[in-house]
């Protein structure tokens, strides 16, 4: 009897986008190889806000633990002009509450890490 073998899928770039791609793609059983042009696994820019939305997809990938120790929830989120202007606010505190995770702020650096 052959076996059939699953799929290999070839993730371009070991970001943020291709390494949580590639942990959801093995979780669905598939065959993955990450290529990455760089010596080692970096992110490039500063820290980001992950929403809920983000939270909760990282949760169902299994590294939600990992993410809120590093990661501190956010009580509250302003967007501001440059010169401080305030543009909006949201209690995201409440998100939490109402969908199960917190939006959280972490260096990119510390995400690549937990999705390494």
Not at 3 to 12: Q, Y
Not at 36 to 56: C, F, I, K, Q
Request: net charge positive; charged share 15%; with cysteine.
């Amino acid at each position: 009897m052959m076996s059939v073998r699953a799929p290999r899928v070839l993730v371009a770039g070991g970001g943020i986008g291709g390494l949580a791609t590639a942990m959801a793609l093995r979780k669905a059983g598939l065959d993955t190889v990450i290529f990455e042009r760089a010596a080692s696994l970096r992110a490039a820019g500063a820290g980001v806000h992950l929403w809920t939305n983000a939270v909760l997809a990282l949760e169902d990938l299994g590294v939600a633990d990992a993410l809120h120790a590093v990661a501190p929830a956010q009580a509250r989120c302003e967007f501001r002009t440059w010169n401080g202007i305030e543009l909006a606010t949201w209690p995201v505190s409440q998100f939490a509450v109402r969908y199960g995770q917190p939006v959280v702020a972490i260096g990119r650096d510390d995400l690549v890490k937990i999705l390494a």
